[in-house]
């Protein structure tokens, strides 16, 4: 069975940067397409970033080129660096494979003031 860890979340200043880290077990990481996706309360779940198993990567307008998402198959971890955070970023960060997702983890609370 997957599971999903984020963790690296917090309380930082507009501007600022956080670099969320997921650990994955229960399948085979490196042949997976991996995302990352965010909510806020009262609003569905909305994906932020992919990453293809051979690195290719996509991203959500609101977030190119201030987050890149980035993977280590050799620990089986999933990483969204975010750089110029602005208070419409807060969120809770999900991570979880790209087009068939699986368990939801916890994930981790980002929050952004001005």
């Known amino acids: 069975q997957a599971q999903l860890v984020e963790s690296g979340g917090g309380l930082v200043q507009a501007g600022g940067s956080l670099k969320l880290s997921c650990s994955a077990s229960g399948f085979i990481f490196r042949t997976a397409a991996m995302a990352w996706y965010r909510q806020t309360p009262g609003k569905p779940r909305e994906w932020v970033a992919s990453i293809e198993s051979w690195g290719g990567s996509n991203y959500k307008d609101f977030v190119r080129g201030r987050f890149t998402i980035t993977r280590d198959d050799a620990n089986n971890m999933l990483y969204l660096q975010m750089n110029d955070l602005k208070p419409e970023d807060t969120a809770v960060y999900y991570c979880?494979?790209?087009?068939?997702?699986?368990?939801w983890g916890r994930g981790t609370q980002v929050t952004v003031s001005l």
């Open positions: 979880n494979l790209f087009r068939q997702t699986r368990n």
